[in-house]
């Protein structure tokens, strides 16, 4: 299950690491990618339909657009009904 959640800042305006299952994108290139974990001081990211991970500093990461969301969303149905 995909949880669609995002990183907040915290009060002195930093970036706080997402949670896992969250859905973010990689500002860096636009991908849009599932919180799988942290290693070190990266957030680790999968894409919603699944494949290899990579890494990102959590600054690089921000909360995905409606639209973004939706096509994560479908992208998911997708891959459960074999499309």
Do not use: I
Request: proline share 13%; net charge positive; glycine share 10%.
């Amino acid at each position: 299950m995909v949880t669609m959640t995002a990183p907040t800042p915290d009060t002195g305006e930093h970036t706080v690491s997402p949670d896992t299952g969250a859905l973010v994108v990689d500002r860096r290139n636009g991908k849009v990618g599932v919180v799988m974990g942290h290693v070190g001081p990266y957030v680790q990211l999968r894409p919603p339909r699944g494949g290899r991970e990579w890494d990102v500093p959590p600054e690089d990461v921000r909360p995905p657009t409606p639209t973004e969301e939706l096509s994560a969303k479908v992208a998911v149905a997708n891959r459960r009904w074999g499309r």
